[in-house]
């Protein structure tokens, strides 16, 4: 299956997953290693996805959020800057993404922040403590190049962790079009590598 038709097979995977949510069904979430070009995966993006921004260096993850904010804007995307409230208020993102040891501060995020929050997961448990946030990303579903050592919870699993959360979603990690097709009770899915254009 070539890239732009897997890419395509994954994002009806995730509308079919949406239903009637609010929240976009299709999350690209940069990565400075695994993602070599995220401006064109993000051109390559359905419009009304999401895209995270995602880079521990703090020069890089403010060029990244200004050149994909024009990217946003022209299609019609959501753009989060992870855990970078002040970055994400200064470009007027939509909103941040916290990791899993952050889930504490999601409250008083949203308190002073009219915007989206959204936080990373890999418990049931995280995914139950998260009261004060539109949405949750599980990883790693799938056996995952991003953290080769950890053991990915697997289909079954992560689909009952899913349908016993009190907010949505997202599945993230080791996706592919083949399957995506495994997973329900989910809102969405979020990818690095799978939406990941290789170039030309």
Known sequence: MSDSASRRS??????????????????????????????????????????????????????????????????SLFLLIAGDVALARRIGADGVHLPETRIGEAAA????????????????????????????????????????????????????MAQQAPLPVYALGGITARNAQLLFGFCGIAAIGALGVDPA
């Not at 069904?25 to 695994?34: E, H, K, P, Q």
């Not at 599980?138 to 991003?146: E, H, Q």
């Open 109 to 160: 995020i949203r308190a002073r922040n009219p915007m989206l929050v959204t936080v990373a997961a890999h418990s049931l448990r995280a995914l139950r403590q998260a009261g004060y946030v539109d949405a949750l990303i599980l990883s790693a579903v799938f056996a995952t190049a991003s953290h080769p050592g950890r053991a990915a919870l697997g289909a079954v699993r992560a689909n009952r």
């Open 10 to 75: 994954i994002a009806r995977a995730a509308a079919r997953l949406r239903g009637k949510a609010e929240l976009p069904a299709l999350i690209l979430m940069t990565d400075d290693v695994r993602l070599r070009d995220p401006v064109a995966a993000a051109l390559a993006l359905p419009r009304g996805s999401m895209v995270i921004v995602r880079s521990r260096d703090g020069a890089r993850r403010q060029a990244l959020a200004h050149a994909l904010r024009e990217v946003a804007r022209t299609r």
